[in-house]
C-alpha cells in the first residue's frame, strides 16, 4: 500500500468518527429537551395533585371538628341532665318528713364530735404540758381531757350510724323515685317545689302531692 492510499483511509476514519460523534450529540440534545418538555408537563400535573391532597386534608380537619364539637355538646347535654335529676332527687329527698329531723341530727352530732376532738387535742397540747403535774388543777384537766376524746369518738360513731341506717334509705328511696320517671315528668317536679319554695310553702308539697296520687291510684283499684 502506497502512503497516498494510507493518507487517504486515515481521513475517511476520521471522517466518520466525525459523524458518528455528531450524531450522538444530537441525540443526547432531544433527549434533554423531551426531558425538559416532560419536566415542564408534569409540574401542572403535581401542582393539581397538591391541590386535591390540601382540599381533603382541610375537608378531614372541618369533619373532625364538627364531630368534637357534637361529642362536645352531647357531653353538655349528658351533664345538664344528670344535674337536673340529681337536684330533683334532693328535692324528693328533703320532701320526706322523717329527712329534716335526722339532718338535724347528725349535723349536731358531727359538730359536737369535731368541737370535741379539737378541745381534747388543745388541753394536751397546749394547756397541760404548761401545768404542774401535781397540782388538782392539772388531774382535773386530765379527766376532762378524757371525757372530751371519748364524747368525740362517740359523738361521730353516732353521726355515722345516722347516715347510714336513716339517711341512706332516704337518698336511695328519692334516687329510685327519680329513676324512674322520665325527663319530662323530672322537670315539672322541679317546677312544682320550685313553685312551692317561692310561696313559702317548702318542698313538703310535693311529698304531699306524690302521696295524695298514690292514694287516689289505690282508690281506683279498689273500684
Not at 133 to 159: E, G
Not at 187 to 198: M, S
Not at 199 to 219: R, T, W
Amino acid at each position: 500500500m502506497s502512503l497516498r492510499e494510507t493518507i487517504e483511509g486515515a481521513k475517511q476514519e476520521a471522517q466518520q468518527n466525525l459523524s458518528t460523534v455528531s450524531t450522538t450529540k444530537g441525540d443526547d440534545e432531544e433527549r434533554e429537551g423531551f426531558s425538559r418538555k416532560s419536566a415542564t408537563r408534569a409540574k401542572p400535573t403535581r401542582e393539581a395533585a397538591a391541590g386535591v391532597r390540601t382540599g381533603e386534608r382541610v375537608a378531614r380537619d372541618k369533619l373532625a371538628s364538627d364531630d368534637k364539637a357534637t361529642r362536645k355538646a352531647a357531653e353538655a347535654e349528658e351533664r345538664e341532665r344528670e344535674n337536673r335529676r340529681r337536684y330533683a332527687s334532693d328535692i324528693v329527698m328533703q320532701a320526706d318528713p322523717d329527712y329534716k329531723p335526722q339532718r338535724k341530727h347528725w349535723i349536731i352530732s358531727a359538730v359536737v364530735g369535731i368541737g370535741a376532738a379539737l378541745l381534747g387535742i388543745i388541753l394536751v397540747y397546749l394547756v397541760l404540758p404548761r401545768l404542774d403535774q401535781s397540782s388538782d388543777l392539772y388531774n382535773y384537766c386530765n379527766v376532762f381531757t378524757v371525757i372530751c376524746m371519748v364524747l368525740a369518738y362517740a359523738a361521730v360513731i353516732y353521726s355515722f350510724v345516722v347516715d347510714f341506717r336513716k339517711l341512706r334509705p332516704i337518698r336511695n328511696a328519692a334516687q329510685a323515685k327519680i329513676d324512674g320517671m322520665t325527663d319530662k315528668r323530672v322537670e315539672e317536679l322541679i317546677k312544682k317545689a320550685e313553685a312551692a319554695e317561692a310561696d313559702g310553702l317548702g318542698y313538703e308539697v310535693v311529698q304531699d302531692a306524690s302521696a295524695a296520687k298514690g292514694k287516689n291510684k289505690k282508690k281506683g283499684k279498689k273500684k
